[in-house]
């Protein structure tokens, strides 16, 4: 079908009128193989949780009544006796594009059927991964065991600023580690030769899941840190 | 699609790379100078859309995809909006009933 598909003629129309003969011709509506098309639309869902969270964040946000801790000082770092603020967490995000980066280069060199570079990039991308979830771990420590933070309240401010981060963070970091495992497990597999008939689809494909967890940790950035 | 994205020169992923680490360390100096007010919340958020928009469009090639696919994942989203107005009301309602009839 992967094969049929990437030769059909009948995707070439551009625009509007291509999108109307997609939906209305007898044939497929998306020029994908099934699983890319059902990653999209997994992640689609996962667009709209992730939505939900940082909603009900804005909600309770705007609704506190006591001040909102600052979070410039609450993730601020002390390096070499220098006040630094905000730098783990502008770390950790430099470390997540540059996964992404990575994941970009190994979808691209599956397609050109350069096994070992694949392997290599992806095998790249699951260890910046780790190392992501590593610093958050080491965050949720600090914030735990230094500033006494707790989902129900701090002693900083508003009390709704714990449950959000944990609820928000934590989830962003299931998925860090959920696609850990996911690279490892098609890294392995594209080594030991399990695609070589099926084709290198499934690097593309994990490298949406990979690049929309960088996507969702630039508005979790944006929102929760930066605000 | 898969000829298509052959095609691409690992050089465009290093460069949307460098250039989110560009952007990335513009928003990081919003906060590193203080920035206020609604400068703050306008150069977050076009930092946010630049960065946002190059992931999707090179790393995730959304660019290359068909119209039908684009309208799938970029209209749906768009009623979140909805929802942010609501709890905006409801938000600013809470607040001033706490305000108005709690001491805090």
């Known amino acids: 079908m992967t094969t ?4 059909n003629e009948a995707y070439t129309e551009p625009g509007v009128a291509g999108m109307v003969a997609d939906w209305s011709a007898d044939k497929q509506a998306f020029d994908m193989p ?7 639309i997994f992640l689609l869902s996962d667009t709209f949780i992730f939505s939900m969270f940082l909603t009900s964040y804005m909600k309770v946000r705007i609704a506190a009544t006591d001040p909102w801790p600052n979070t410039s000082e609450v993730f601020a770092m002390e390096v070499a006796g220098v006040h630094l603020p905000l730098l783990l967490i502008a770390i950790m995000t430099f470390i997540l594009i540059t ?21 290599l990039f992806i095998a790249l991308t699951a260890l ?11 965050e949720w420590t600090k914030l735990i065991v230094e500033e006494g933070i707790r989902p129900w309240g701090n002693p900083l401010g508003a009390a709704q600023f714990g449950s959000t981060f944990f609820m928000i963070t934590g989830f962003h970091g299931m998925h860090v580690t959920a696609g850990v495992i996911y690279l490892l497990w098609v890294a392995r597999r594209v080594h030991s030769g399990y695609y070589d008939d099926k084709g ?10 990979w690049h929309f967890v960088d996507l969702v940790w630039v508005f979790i950035f944006a929102f929760f840190y930066l605000w | 699609m898969s000829e298509s994205t052959a095609e691409h020169p690992i050089g465009i992923y290093l460069k949307i790379w460098l250039l989110l680490f560009v952007l990335s360390t513009f928003s990081y100096l919003v906060d590193w100078f ?15 859309f630049l960065k946002a928009g190059y992931i999707m469009a090179i ?3 959304v660019q290359w995809e068909r119209l039908a696919l684009k309208w799938l994942l970029f209209a749906p989203p768009l009623v979140i909006l909805v929802l942010v107005g609501m709890m905006t009301l409801e938000g600013d309602y809470i607040f001033w009933t706490r305000q108005t009839f709690f001491d805090r």
Do not use: C, P
Not at chain 1, 4 to 7: A, D, H, L, R, V
Not at chain 2, 39 to 47: G, V, Y
């Open chain 1, 128 to 138: 910046f991964g780790a190392l992501f979830v590593g610093l958050q771990a080491f």
């Open chain 2, 59 to 61: 790393f995730m090639h």
């Open chain 1, 34 to 40: 099934w699983g890319k098309l059902m990653m999209w």
């Open chain 1, 200 to 209: 290198f689809e499934i690097v593309e494909i994990t490298g949406l899941y």
């Open chain 1, 4 to 7: 049929e598909s990437n030769s």
């Open chain 1, 99 to 119: 996964s992404s980066g990575t994941m970009a280069m190994a979808v691209n060199y599956g397609y050109r059927g350069d096994k070992r570079k694949t392997v």
């Open chain 2, 34 to 48: 203080q920035l206020q007010g609604y400068l703050r919340w306008s150069l977050i958020l076009l930092f946010m």
